[in-house]
């Protein structure tokens, strides 16, 4: 017998923690590049929220542009291929750039913009995510500026999504998928 109840979710981290977070990696990126500019490079859907914080959050003169790459589909298992869906709009030569990715998984993305980022020749290349899961790394990659380290869970809200649903949460929650 099928039930389309909804899957359980349980809050992992409340958006006052996240305010409080974001505010002290914005501050972190504000004293690194004191007196320079710096360009954040926003990975499509996930880290639209992310972005968008720590972008007003930091007291330097920022530029912002996105790329969006392909990775989970409408699973919650990567697939372990990455394709690009939309490239930057502009060049980042020369630009103290900063990827910003809602979570750092199994570490394809982000290996995989970090090649491709680097053959442009920015100045400096760093790399913001909001979550880090280090248990579920397949390829060893890390971040320069990381919100929370979380354990090895699927979790929603504050930008991450489960087959488009939940983006919008203001709580980063824990969902518990059935089986299969
Ligand atoms: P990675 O290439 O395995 O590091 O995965 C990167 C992408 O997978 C992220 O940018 C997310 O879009 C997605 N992802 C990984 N873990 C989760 C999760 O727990 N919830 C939602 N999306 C996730």
Redesign the pocket.
């Known amino acids: 017998m099928s039930t389309n109840r909804p899957p359980k979710r349980r809050v992992l981290i409340r958006h006052a923690a996240i305010e409080r977070r974001v505010r002290e990696v914005a501050r972190q990126i504000t004293r690194d590049f004191k007196g320079q500019r710096v360009h954040l490079v926003g ?1 499509l859907k ?1 880290a639209c929220f992310f972005l968008v914080d720590l972008a007003r959050e930091i007291d330097l003169e920022t530029s912002i542009d996105f790329i969006a790459v392909a ?2 589909g409408r699973s ?1 298992e ?1 697939s372990g291929q ?1 394709r690009m869906l939309k490239d930057l709009d502009s060049s980042i030569a020369g630009l103290n750039v900063i990827v910003v ?10 290996n995989y913009l970090l090649r491709l980022l680097r053959q442009r020749r920015p100045k400096t290349l760093r790399v913001a995510a909001f979550l880090d ?1 280090p248990a ?1 790394r397949v390829q060893p990659v890390k971040a320069d500026y990381i919100g929370f380290t979380i354990p090895n ?4 809200g504050y930008g ?3 087959a488009e649903h939940y983006r919008s949460l203001k709580d980063v929650c824990i969902l518990r998928l059935p089986r299969g």
């Open positions: 990975v996930g990775s989970y919650s990567s990455v990715e809602d979570i750092l998984d199994t570490g394809l993305t982000l899961k579920r869970e699927f979790v929603v991450l999504d489960h």
